[in-house]
């Protein structure tokens, strides 16, 4: 798509402002945190696994491929151990989701690995000799190819006295973003539409406490009978009478019994704040939370004692959907970055030229559903013998390869064999 300015985009400041807020929030805030430590453990979590596969137009690959698939196993596990500590798909997705988007850096194209760093979005922007706003050169007619990165460098930042932007080639830098078109150069927070309901809610939250605190205030109202000037000398006394330490006179202890007149009413009084009022306005806004971020009120608070089990599994289900395509997009995202760093390998020589029409890789995210998976397996065993299904797709549900387990069991049957040849040899 042609064009050039961010049509529907925030401008850089708002965007800063809004990179800040977001990470002032993750760390204070209990919602905020909440949040991404879900998105981590559905999308990112235990459970995300890559496998190198043969593109193959035969289902038997020879030792040639076989050979491929284990050099790209032994480069992409030099590359990960090189990266430890300043890669993981972890990091990757946590970050694009807080600012945003996502910059990374390669180096050292000359051997192998390449090392990777992340780089913050406020470093690439605008200075007087580079006036782009966004920090990202495209070409002329087509804002979606990127040219180079502006790597900005201000006074204290690298040694540097002043401002400028170091031109880093598109080919040295990988960007994830989210939540805006195409057409945008940079990406937008998944916390910016729910910034507003979060702070809300946190003063809500003080205002409420403070409210208890004026809640168990009491005050003590005496109302005295007579004329205005026996009202006054009970105001003056009250005001000036203080004992030999500074106290004031009139200052009653816990269980203090007062003994009065008819002429003298006394009275209790605290204010009224009308709490059940308040608690559907926080849940409230609470349910406004969780809308924006796309997950159910019990996933956003970790309180599911408000509905049944039935309620929950019904409210699970577009969360559910929404974690799928989350999975979806960055399984593109990692390909698409372990194609960047592959073709070092291409290029320096340790993989065939034609590596990419060779080989894919396959990512398996963590499971998202968990239900009675023996009585779906007595299921499926059925539809096996009725032949409605496939033994490979019966292991697959069950989370394994199925061309793994084949190999396996034909090795185990030659061992069970080897044995009762041995046994009907003695």
Known sequence: MVGGKHQSGQDPHTQA???EQVRKLIQENPHASNILRTLECYVTGPGLRFKHECVCKSNRMTDVEDDVLEAADHLWEAFLQNA???YSPQE?????WRDGECFIRKFGKESWPPAVRFVDPERFGATPQEPDPQGIVTAAHDVETPLAYLYTSRSGQDGFDGMRADRIPAGEILQTRIGVDSNEKRGRSLFAAILEPLIAYSKWMETELLARKLQSSIVLWRKVQGSSQTADAFADNAGSGTTWNGQRRERFSPGSILTTNHATDIQFLQPNTNFGDAASLGRMLLLSIAAGAGLPEFMLTSDASNGNFASTMVAEGPAVKYFQSQQEFFSKEFTRMWRWIMQDAVDLGLLPVDFFERVTIKWTFPGL??????????????LVETGILSRAEVARRDGVDPVVMESERRRERG????SSDSEDLR
């Open 369 to 382: 559903v968990n239900r009675d998976r023996p009585k779906e397996r007595l299921t499926d065993a059925r």
């Open 84 to 86: 430890d500590g300043h």
């Open 415 to 418: 061992t069970e064999s080897d």
């Open 92 to 96: 990757h997705a946590r970050r694009t």
């Open 17 to 19: 402002m809004t990179r």
